[in-house]
Structure formats: C-alpha cells, structure tokens
C-alpha cells in the first residue's frame, strides 16, 4: 500500500501557489494510476458536503463550497447536537446512494468517522474524499464524551483516493493521530502547519489555500 506523503503549509495566502504546487506533485506520485484517467471538474460530480458535531455554519469553509459548487449538497442530519452513529452514517450512505453522478465526498470533523463507517453501505460510485481535520474519536478527553461513540476509526485501505488534511495544533485531535489514521487508509496526509480545527473559528471561512488543493484533486480523478 502506497504510504501517504506528508506536505507542510502554514497557512499563509502568500505561499498558496507553493503549497498546491506541493500538493499536485504529491498526488502524482501517490494517487494510484488506476484512479487516475481524465479532468475532473465539479460539474462533473455529485459533492457531498459532510459536516461535523453541531453543523457548519454561515461562514465555515463548506458552508462557502455549498454556496459556491452548483452540484455540491449537504448531508442533513436530524440531529446535530446529540449525534447517533448510525443515524449519521445511514443518512451519508443513503445521499451518497441517492446520487446521479460520481460522488466526492468533502468531510469535516465528527463527519469523517462517520463517511468512514458509511463506506460498506455504498451501492454508487465514490470517486474521491477530501477530509479535513479528523477528530480523535478513540481519545477519552474528547468533549462531549458520547462522541467516542463514533469510533473507532475502520483501518482499512480506502476504495478510492483521499486527501486528509491535518492540523498541528488542533484541540479535537492530535496531528500523530491523522498521520496514523491516512496511513492506514492510503491517504496522502496534508500537514496545514498550525491551523486549530480548520473552521470557521480558526479564521478557516473563504480558506482559499483549501479551495486550489481540492481544484487540484479533482484534476486528477478518474471521471
């Protein structure tokens, strides 16, 4: 299994163009050739935006993709601030089944464990995932306790090609965490320097450095 490459980014809109050309060479060595046969754009997808513990709101990152991609929808779920397991990933499964065209799935937070968990329930084609800060489900710290509840994370080797972009300093999982976790999943790990959780709280709303590299995956899947 091909091990994710680890790439570092700071944060700054003044190194954007270095960080995705860093990207673009990292996904070519590491997404498999079999994944790999034409330009992708966004009008060629479904996209489903995966949100994390109590939703994304108006000006979190994928809030922003929501408004701005023409096929990106998100995945609601009937209840944000008590989660259940099996309601969240049910409801994923059945978006994701419900889809027209090749779906991407773009998961935050408490919203990746659950597209994980999800995976043996889907009957329609997943071409990619693009998830951004993965929380420690497994860590007994984590607030509020039932959220352990989501985990722990499957282990095996992803069916398509993923991207996980992880945090150095973010509260809700560690960043040895993510490259434990990618490594396991094949996923080529992105290292956002010290970037919090990656929302809105973290100064993560329009995110443009996020925006190129998920331009930049999409460019490389097979259609």
């Not at 779920?77 to 989660?83: G, H, I, N, T, Y």
């Not at 984590?142 to 080797?157: A, E, S, V």
């Not at 094949?186 to 998920?214: K, Q, Y």
Request: aromatic share 8%; glycine share 8%; charged share 20%.
């Amino acid at each position: 299994m091909t091990q994710p490459t680890r790439e570092t980014a700071t944060g700054n809109g003044a190194i954007i163009t270095n960080f995705t050309a860093l990207v673009a060479l990292s996904l070519d060595r590491t997404v498999k050739l079999s994944h790999i046969g034409g330009i992708m754009k966004a009008s060629d997808i479904d996209i489903l935006i995966i949100p994390g513990y109590t939703n994304s709101g108006p000006d979190h990152w994928q809030s922003r993709w929501e408004a701005k991609l023409s096929t990106a929808r998100r995945v609601e779920q009937a209840e944000w601030s008590k989660p259940v397991r099996d309601d969240w990933v049910a409801r994923i499964a059945e978006e994701v089944n419900a889809s027209s065209r090749p779906v991407v799935l773009v998961a935050h937070s408490l919203g990746i464990p659950s597209a994980i968990h999800a995976i043996p329930h889907f009957r329609k084609k997943v071409a990619g995932a693009f998830f951004v800060a993965p929380p420690d489900v497994a860590n007994p710290n984590i607030r509020p306790k039932h959220l352990m509840t989501f985990g722990p994370y499957p282990r095996d080797p992803l069916p398509f090609p993923a991207i996980t972009v992880a945090s150095r300093n973010d509260p809700f999982g560690s960043y040895e965490h993510a490259d434990d976790i990618a490594a396991s999943w094949g996923s080529l790990l992105i290292d956002a320097g010290e970037s919090g959780h990656i929302n809105a709280e973290s100064g993560h709303g329009p995110w443009p450095e996020g925006t190129m590299v998920f331009a930049q995956f999409l460019s490389r899947l097979k259609p």
